[in-house]
């Protein structure tokens, strides 16, 4: 597989990840206002901690002057100059899936296709501004449809991989901003005067995890919510989960390897699934859950630069290889957000040259 190809797969599966996230984060946040009421409470109580969650308060706050509703969901959701926004994540994926045409399934394609048509149609922005949740109930049901297809018509070799690779990883990355949005909130349980019911259960809600926690755990009770999010691996949207899975799949493209023969995604990767394996809530509660989560941000950058580093940048140590891009290939990829966007775009850039 050139490696450019493995490099769009992987990022087509982040954004269709990433649009179907921030679908749920807007959805999930817009249910915690009708639950609560806003009377008497501050509209940006609400919506801060989705910009934060994102990572997007800067860009955001050089085109608001304040925190609404109706802005942030704008923004998040349908601005053409927020490379973030579910749109662009949408026509990123997109354009992804269009390099890579011949190597994915007609019904991949034309999921993605369609998906995108919807996103930039007169139906779809229209329906944003007088329906928003069928708007990302559209969005995430095409995601569901992404994920099925993927599922039930890709061979289970290195393209599947790299779409495992892509989904986990920014589900990983997405799971631990949620849980940080949190962090500052008491684990008291009502009748506690700080309690935070209705922020946990909008958690919950936000992965499509309420019921099957109810299930196990019965009342929403915060310690336990994290410890489901986070270390719970019969979760499949949980951190643990995720991780295990990205392990696997690099295992499978790399081999497992022993001492210097063993590949760094592997190794970094194999590092923080045992973390999580070994970890207890209690140990996490102890450090801090936002400097737990900060030190993992930071192992799952790491894990990504080390995928880059080993399937992408290593094209330049095989000179026989002819990987010219096509002249009609963007050199930028759509939406480009982590370090790994940046990096890409400068190959192929000088791939292009």
């Known amino acids: 597989m050139l490696s450019r190809v493995a490099d769009s797969i992987y990022w087509m599966a982040r954004y269709v990840e990433r649009a179907e996230n921030f679908s749920r984060l807007l959805l999930s946040t817009q249910d915690l206002m009708l639950d609560a009421g806003i009377a008497g409470v501050e509209e940006s109580q609400f919506w801060q901690p989705i910009l934060a969650t994102t990572g997007d308060d800067e860009a955001y706050y050089k085109l608001y002057s304040e925190v609404t509703g109706e802005d942030v969901t704008d923004f998040l959701a349908l601005r053409a100059d927020n490379p973030n926004s579910i749109l662009n994540c949408i026509r990123a994926a997109r354009e992804n899936a269009r390099t890579v045409?011949?190597?994915?399934?007609?019904d991949i394609w034309e999921c993605l296709n369609g998906l995108r048509l919807f996103a930039e149609s007169d139906e779809g922005h229209g329906l944003h501004?007088?329906?928003?949740?069928?708007?990302?109930?559209?969005?995430?049901?095409?995601?569901?449809?992404?994920?099925?297809?993927?599922?039930?018509?890709?061979?289970?070799?290195?393209?599947?991989?790299?779409?495992?690779?892509?989904t986990c990883l920014e589900r990983a990355d997405k799971m631990s901003r949620l849980l940080d949005t949190c962090s500052n909130l008491s684990l008291e349980m009502p009748p506690h005067p700080e309690a935070r019911p209705l922020r946990w259960v909008a958690l919950l809600r936000s992965c499509s995890a309420r019921h099957s926690f109810q299930v196990y755990n019965g009342k929403p009770d915060p310690k336990k919510i994290i410890e489901f999010l986070l270390l719970d691996e019969t979760l499949p949207r949980s951190v643990a989960s995720c991780i295990s899975e990205v392990h696997s799949a690099l295992v499978a493209l790399c081999g497992t390897g022993v001492g210097d023969q063993m590949s760094d995604p592997v190794r970094h990767a194999g590092r923080l699934h045992a973390d999580l394996v070994y970890a207890t809530v209690d140990e996490v509660l102890d450090v801090g859950l936002h400097e737990f989560i900060d030190d993992l941000q930071g192992r799952l950058n790491q894990i990504g630069d080390s995928i880059f580093k080993t399937f992408v940048l290593n094209i330049a140590e095989l000179p026989d290889l002819d990987v010219t891009e096509p002249e009609d290939t963007p050199a930028i990829p759509l939406g480009a957000h982590h370090a790994e966007d940046f990096n890409n775009a400068q190959v192929q850039q000088q791939q292009q040259q």
Request: charged share 25%; no cysteine.
């Open 101 to 106: 045409r011949d190597q994915i399934s007609n």
């Open 129 to 166: 501004r007088t329906q928003s949740a069928s708007f990302y109930e559209r969005v995430l049901s095409r995601s569901y449809e992404f994920q099925g297809i993927a599922d039930s018509t890709t061979p289970r070799g290195e393209i599947w991989h790299f779409l495992r690779l892509g």
